[in-house]
Nanobody, 119 residues
Framework: QVQLRESGGGLVQAGGSLRLSCAAS????????MGWYRQIPGKQRDLVAA???????NYADFVKGRFTISRDNAKNTVYLQMESLKPEDTAVYYC?????????????WGQGTQVTVSS
């Protein structure tokens, strides 16, 4: 059984910073791509940033230059450093990992963490 646990969300003023973390635990052989998504109520879940096992990164246009994704393979953890936050960044942020266990390769999701940016 694999679980993803997120932390680091909260309330911040516009222009501020937050760092999200997501740690995976369980019977993990290897983690391929790690990513962060966000969702506003009533809207679809959008990719924010992703990082491959070779540390190639991909960012949504709306966060380029402000957010940085990184990973620590020894800790099975992915981070999202968010700078220059805007009110429109307010959303529930979800981490996602493509994980190989002894039995299969599957996508796993965290429970979500709320980020609220006040103007």
């Amino acid at each position: 059984q694999v679980q993803l646990r997120e932390s680091g969300g909260g309330l911040v003023q516009a222009g501020g910073s937050l760092r999200l973390s997501c740690a995976a635990s369980g019977s993990i052989s290897m983690i391929n791509t790690m990513g962060w998504y966000r969702q506003i109520p009533g809207k679809q879940r959008d990719l924010v940033a992703a990082i491959t096992s070779t540390e190639s990164t991909n960012y949504a246009d709306f966060v380029k230059g402000r957010f940085t994704i990184s990973r620590d393979n020894a800790k099975n953890t992915v981070y999202l450093q968010m700078e220059s936050l805007k009110p429109e960044d307010t959303a529930v942020y979800y981490c996602n990992m493509n994980i190989r266990t002894l039995w299969r390769i599957s996508d796993y999701w965290g429970q979500g963490t709320q980020v609220t940016v006040s103007s």
